[in-house]
């Protein structure tokens, strides 16, 4: 067999439908992007996880005593706008759509600056301070953009849909209590307890 075959069953996760570039803030680069939504109640998809090789999904048991507690990771759909090293709109206009997944702290950002400047009608300008955690300094700008224009909001509400759809299957993996177990290295816990109940037990104590 070719070195290039592999051999695997339902449980490999590089493969999926429709995959995206993720939206990555650069050191030394500013960028101007904006959250794209259409319901200022949806605007944002997540879910409390943990971290062991990858993210997973917390299902408030052995991982939170094992990992401690679980933290919040969420993502959106994001323009951003063609523009120099510094975030200045350059021309033709051109934009690209990305999903963007990120932590608790840069939300926190988010909403610091949504409480000045709503995000439905400004876009931000993002400069990164350390790129492998994704540190953002995260600044209004004065308008919004991508809402200017009808027929524009139009077009780029359209192609977002496919990547909201992704943003939500991205946020963690949902893995089963047996799975987690195994990535945690806890053994012989995964026994149903009413399976090893001692009926005779039980009743003697009534
Ligand atoms: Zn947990």
Known sequence: MSDQIEVFGFEKEEIKDGMYEKYK????????IAIIYTDPKAMFAG??????DKFFLCKKGKCCEVLGPPKWRMGSVVIKYYTDKLGNL????????????????TFLKLKNTNSEFSLASHDIKVS??????????????????????EVLKKTIL????????????????????????EL?????????????LDLGDVLEQV
């Not at 879910?47 to 062991?52: D, R």
């Not at 990164?128 to 224009?149: G, M, R, V, Y």
């Not at 359209?158 to 177990?181: L, Q």
């Open 128 to 149: 990164c301070t350390n790129e492998e955690f994704q540190h953002l300094d995260i600044t209004p700008c004065n308008e919004s953009i991508w809402t200017a224009k």
């Open 47 to 52: 879910s409390q996880i943990h971290y062991k």
């Open 90 to 105: 350059k021309k033709p206009f051109a934009y690209e759509l990305y999903p963007w997944i990120f932590s608790e702290r």
């Open 184 to 196: 945690l290295g806890i053994v012989g816990t995964t026994t149903d307890p009413t399976q090893t």
């Open 25 to 32: 803030g650069k050191k030394g680069q500013t960028d101007r």
């Open 158 to 181: 359209e192609g977002a849909r496919s990547i909201w759809d992704f943003v939500k299957k991205s946020i963690a993996t949902n893995m089963s209590i047996e799975d987690i177990n």
